[in-house]
């Protein structure tokens, strides 16, 4: 299953959609995420690393650096797990408004 990112690209941080297929509960995760209105981001840094982020119009719930290359699909499962524990976590205590 796909998993939509908005990039910034360099230099001028231009926008741009970019999709990475991810496993069907990863996949999952991330419409969750979505539904309780969360974004997925992604920018390359200086050095070829990455930065992700999981956020919505209050800030990042989860984010990740690594490197451009084999650890992307990995850092990207990682962050989806997590960040969907955590806004789950904040749904039920109510933290998230909806």
Do not use: W
């Not at 990039?7 to 539904?35: C, H, W, Y």
């Amino acid at each position: 299953m796909t998993i939509i990112f908005t990039q910034f690209s360099r230099p001028n941080g231009r926008r741009s959609k970019v999709e990475i297929d991810r496993p069907t509960d990863i996949d999952k995760m991330a419409r969750d995420l979505v539904r309780m209105g969360y974004d997925f981001e992604i920018e390359v840094l200086r050095g070829d690393e990455i930065h992700m982020t999981v956020s919505n119009e209050d800030g990042d719930l989860c984010s990740r650096i690594c490197e451009n290359g084999p650890q992307v699909p990995i850092s990207v499962d990682s962050m989806i797990v997590e960040a969907h524990l955590m806004a789950l976590e904040r749904s039920i205590n109510g933290s998230e408004v909806h």
